[in-house]
């Protein structure tokens, strides 16, 4: 059995997620989406999807990233 690094939870299921050579142990996906997934940078929801990207920030639609003057930024369709 393994501890979840977010809620420390002992579980017989738990699993490991390696992220650039570092490892972390969680017992489900939405304690690895707390502690991994990226923080949209106008509404600050996780970004679970693909979200966009522009000058090094993150943001969960092309919504938020307008509302930061990445105008560029469209959503698919």
Do not use: W
Request: hydrophobic share 40%; aromatic share 10%.
């Amino acid at each position: 059995m393994a501890a979840c690094e977010v809620c420390g939870n002992e579980y017989e299921m738990a699993f490991e997620v390696r992220v650039a050579g570092t490892a972390y142990t969680f017992d489900c996906f939405e304690c690895a989406a707390h502690k991994l997934a990226p923080v949209c940078e106008n509404c600050g929801c996780r970004i679970l999807g693909h979200g966009h990207q522009s000058d090094g920030q993150f943001f969960c639609c092309a919504h938020c990233a307008r509302a930061q003057g990445h105008m560029a930024l469209a959503d698919s369709a």
